[in-house]
């Protein structure tokens, strides 16, 4: 604040008419960038976000470490006899449900950046239109990763040990957030449709909680009843945590990989035209 | 290419857009040539920012059609946005940018290349007068320098159609002067700008030709003179010092002047409004130089005296038969039963 008024009654130094008639004089434009181009600066936008306001970084590394914590030592003795144990089971899991709960947060910036000046900006350049969104999904993607990488340290030091060594977490890791991304599109699907940060909040919570907590995160789903085993078998989230899980073990879960990857391409089939659809209309 | 032949920069037919019940945009036809400053002047509410975005490939028109440079604004929304810069009516960089950041990330999204969009930056920031800000967020510019870093945004490109909505809302008379400056800068270098603004000065100051625009509609169109002289010269605003003489000086006025006169709120007020060139042949000024003696010969005290240019109230009364105010808290209403 102290700022803003000391550099308005400063004398604000005098607009150059010349020099500014000289940089006008120039009318050549330069070819347009290229999809990836317009992407990648919309996702350096996301990241020097981070950097003035490094604050929300607080969602991808306490909330981790928080789930991680608090589910190992919650169900540890219950489930496998030791929290030790259980965590060989529980850190690949934990670290799927925790990274694409933290993905509902896009909505949400979506949802309040769309509604500042710079939107009317962006979108009046000539770009390839989905670029804003990419953008903000690759910034996202930095995120997931640094969620990822808490959440791996946190679970060494309770004692977890990826038998499948940097290569197997490497590809696990990487699995998870082509996914998120992909995922993702359902919030900026969202965070575009809906009228308030908190009602993307609310339907966030709706769709996130039911997915993530009925799935293969926490137990073995042949314990649950045959409806429920249905629904567990085929959610995304039990494939997509199945996959890293073997993946994090050193084994190659071709299946589950499909699987998860099948999903990842519906949901950027489906939700990113609308999600665009939505933008262009905004 | 037949942009050229016609010399026209925009050219909108019957351009409609509705918000529920509300006809924001109301059937305006606007025809804006090339290289000059267009002012489009109408108070909050009048549409004017919808139909700048309806140009400017930000919302889809209702009905009506619009080109730019000969291009649909809707099937080849492309071209058009590859030759219009916007800068909105809240500044449209990124606030939690600092004012380098955003011009490199927008030359890079323009199609530069990293280092050019760098020294691009740097001397628009140098030009406008920034340099010093440059590495501070957005967030803590002031009014005046988020207007510059704004138009500064705008033209990292020479566009070839600018769009300034209210460019100078909300800043104080040094800060409007130099931003008006720029655009003067800007036009000389053969773009042409589209100008929404709630003042009659800034019109008057920076367009050659001026739609006033109320409710949705167009309600007056033409050059500067030819506007003025639809609404009259200006308004004669008289003080009195008793109030039990207005009625005598309401009568002079009126013959003086050949126009009507109107009591004001405060009972020793009178305001006239005075015709361009009046009934018998004299300028406003002449003639009231005239009623002035005429009140001073029969012992009317006169303790104020003013011949102003009409205000935009004025210009709207004239034109529309209602104030701005009024049409304000009228359109508020109307928001508000459509939000409910």
């Given amino acids: 604040m102290s700022t803003a008024t000391s550099t308005d009654s400063k004398e604000l130094a005098p607009v150059s008419a010349e020099s ?48 991680v914590l608090m589910y190992t030592y919650l169900f540890g003795g219950a489930l496998a006899g030791s929290p030790k144990e259980y965590i060989q089971f529980l850190l690949p899991g934990i670290l799927v449900m925790s990274v694409v709960m933290i993905t509902m947060y896009t909505g949400v910036s979506v949802n309040t950046d769309i509604e500042k000046g ?84 609310g339907v966030s919570m709706m769709v996130i909680f039911p997915l993530t907590f009925l799935s293969n995160v926490f137990v073995d789903p042949s314990t649950m009843p045959g409806w429920l085993q249905a629904f567990v078998n085929n959610s995304p989230i039990t494939h997509l945590a199945s996959a890293v899980r073997e993946l994090m073990a050193g084994e190659w879960p071709t299946a589950e990989i499909a699987w998860s990857l099948g999903w990842s391409a519906l949901f950027v089939l489906v939700f990113g035209p609308i999600t665009m659809r939505l933008y262009n209309r905004k | ?160 159609l600018l769009f300034l909505d209210e460019p100078t809302t ?40 001026i739609a006033v625009i109320d409710r949705g509609k167009v309600i007056a169109e033409g050059t500067k003179g030819e506007l003025k002289a639809s609404v009259g010269a200006g308004s004669v605003h008289l003080r009195l010092r008793d109030a039990a003489q207005r009625p005598q000086a309401e009568e002079i006025l009126r013959l003086a002047l050949d126009a009507e006169v109107q009591r004001e709120p405060d009972p020793v007020a009178l305001t006239a409004r005075v015709g361009g060139g009046s009934a018998n042949g004299q300028g406003a000024a002449e003639a009231a130089a005239r009623a002035l003696a005429e009140l001073a010969r029969v012992g009317v005290v ?28 009228r359109h508020v209403e109307k928001k508000d039963e459509a939000a409910a």
Avoid: C
Wanted: hydrophobic content about 45%; charged content about 20%; aromatic content about 8%.
């Fill in chain 1, 20 to 67: 500014l008639a000289a940089l006008l004089i120039t009318k050549e434009r330069p070819p347009r960038p290229s999809a990836l181009s317009a992407s990648l600066t919309f996702g350096w936008r996301a990241i020097l976000k981070i950097k003035h306001v490094p604050e929300q970084l607080f969602d991808v590394t306490a909330f981790p470490i928080m789930m």
């Fill in chain 2, 170 to 209: 909300g800043l104080d008379p040094r800060s409007r002067n130099q931003v008006w400056d720029i655009v003067r800068a800007v036009v000389a270098q053969g773009t042409t700008v589209l100008l929404t603004t709630q003042y009659l000065d800034e019109a008057d100051q920076l367009a050659s030709r």
């Fill in chain 2, 302 to 329: 006169v303790d104020n005296f003013s011949l102003g240019q009409p205000s935009l109230d004025e210009v709207f009364l004239a034109l529309t038969g209602h104030d701005t105010k009024a049409h304000d808290s």
């Fill in chain 2, 1 to 160: 290419m037949s942009t050229q032949t016609s010399g026209l920069a925009i050219e909108t037919a019957g351009l409609v857009k509705t918000f529920g019940e509300t006809r924001a945009v109301d059937g305006v036809d606007l025809a804006v040539p090339a290289g000059t400053v267009y002012g489009v002047l109408g108070p909050n509410g009048a549409g004017k920012t919808t139909t700048v975005k309806m140009l400017a490939t930000l919302l889809r028109p209702d009905g009506g059609e619009a080109h730019v440079f000969g291009h649909d604004v809707v099937r080849e929304a492309d071209e058009v946005r590859g030759r219009v810069s916007l800068t909105g009516q809240y500044a449209s960089v990124d606030e939690d940018l600092t004012g380098t950041e955003n011009l490199v990330l927008l030359g890079r999204l323009l199609g530069h290349a990293k280092r050019a969009a760098r020294l691009r930056s740097e001397q628009l920031l140098e030009a406008f007068g920034l340099s010093e800000a440059a590495g501070k967020q957005v967030k803590h510019y002031s009014g005046g320098m988020r207007r510059r870093i704004d138009i500064a945004a705008s033209i990292l490109n020479t566009p070839d």
């Fill in chain 1, 118 to 201: 710079v939107f009317d900006r962006f979108r009046s350049l000539p770009i390839w239109r989905p670029s804003t969104m990419v953008g903000y999904l690759l910034g996202d993607a930095l995120r997931y990763a640094i969620a990822s990488v808490v959440m791996l340290t946190v679970g060494m030091v309770l004692g977890y040990r990826p038998d499948g060594g940097v290569v197997g977490v490497v590809a696990g890791v990487a699995l998870l957030i082509v996914f998120s991304f992909a995922f993702s599109w359902i919030w900026t699907m969202f965070g575009l449709m809906l009228r308030t940060e908190k009602s993307v909040m």
